[in-house]
Structure formats: structure tokens, C-alpha cells
């Protein structure tokens, strides 16, 4: 109920301020909106957000299965694998810039970077700094997931003669479908919502929707706070239509 007032309250804000920026002004208007979908930058800047989060998602979720997998019988290891879950987003961005970035320490050591990483209109730089994060999360999230009753069918599925690939497919992934898919839903929303890593590692253009917003907040009238509202409305519209339809196959799958 808590966390449903404050979303609702935060969202009826958020539609206000797109149709109102003015909190003394009575009458409502469409303008942010039309300025808004009529601008070309806006429409790069959701396919670009869409490209982004998809790949920063899938990539964290294919990794996460065989870091676990390597973290599963190592205590230290997990308790080290910890370390990144805990530091800042915009901190691994910092060091992302310092290492990879230009005149950075591996553009010195190696003479030059093979390809663009920080500021490459792909979003690789983007995509790099969420997969370093988010990997470890969802590794430690299926962690609590893998334990002893999995452990128990896989032995028992070896013992029966079945092999590595065949306990992993049949025992390992579908015990482990459900926290991935939870988790994954987490990192997408995350990642279509967030600006401050689009904004020290990302391209200049196009923009990520976060940033869009961010940009169109730096004007001199309130007609900017309204496009910026609008903007993240469309974000979280966004998160929105991922998150329904997986939450709803989560649920069936588990059923």
C-alpha cells in the first residue's frame, strides 16, 4: 500500500506537471505532448533506449548463469562478487572513463583503443558499465536460488546417467527461469530509467530518454519542466509494457 501511494502519487504528479507546469495555472494543455512526439530527437532517443536496455538485459542474463555456476561452491568468492553490487553505478562509469575512455590508461598502454568504447553512438559504453554491475546482482540472486534442493535433483539426475548439459537444461535452468526473469524485469527498468551513466559514458546524440528529460529541464520557462515529465511518462510506459507481459509468462511458466 506504501509503495502504491507513493508510485500513484509520484505518477499523478508527473501527468500534471506534463499537461501543467504552472501548480496555479487552471487550465490544462497538450503542448509538452505535441512538442514532445514532434520532435525527431525524441523518437532517437526511445529506439535508442530500447536498443540499450534490451542488450544491457540479455547479455547480464546470459552471463549471470555461468558466473553463478563458477561462484556456487567458492564462499570467498561469492563474498567478492558482492564488491561491485555494492559500488555506485556512476563510480564504475568514472572508472569505465579513466580506463577505457580516451587518453585513458588502456588507450596509454595499448596505443590506442581497437574500437570507440565511451561515447560510441552504438551505446557500447552504455551496455558495458550495466553488464559490469548488473552480472553480480543477478548472480547473487540465482546464488539464493541454487541451493540444496536444486543440488539434490541434479545428483539425482546424475545418478540415473544424465550428463552435464542435460542436468543444466532439464534441472539447473528451469529452477533458476523464475529469479532470472524477476531479476532481468529489475535490470531493464533500471536501465531504460537511469541518466547518470548515458550521461558520462554515452553518446552526445542520440539521447537516452533519462537524459532527453534531463536536457529539457536546462530552459528558462516551465515549458520544459512539462516536455521532461512527458518524456519520463513515456519511460515508465515503457517499463510498464516490458514488465506486464514477462511478469504474466513468469507466472504461467511457474505455474
Known sequence: MVVGALFSGALVGAIRTSLTPDPFAGDLQWTAWQTLFGDPSFGAAVVFTIGVTVAATLVSALLAIPVAAALRDTAWARTFATLPVLVPH?????????????????DRLIGGMPIEVVRARSGLGIVIV???KEVPFLALLLLAHWGDVLRDREEAAAVHGAGALARFRHMVVPGLRSPLAIGSLLVAAFVAGSFEVPMLVG????????TYALRATRVADLQGQAIAAAALLVASGLVVAITVPAAWLVGRRRG
Open 90 to 106: 556512476l563510480l564504475v562509469a568514472v572508472v569505465a572513463v579513466l580506463w577505457i575512455g580516451p587518453g585513458g590508461l588502456a
Open 130 to 132: 550495466y553488464v559490469a
Open 203 to 210: 553518446p552526445t546524440h542520440p539521447d537516452t530518454i533519462a
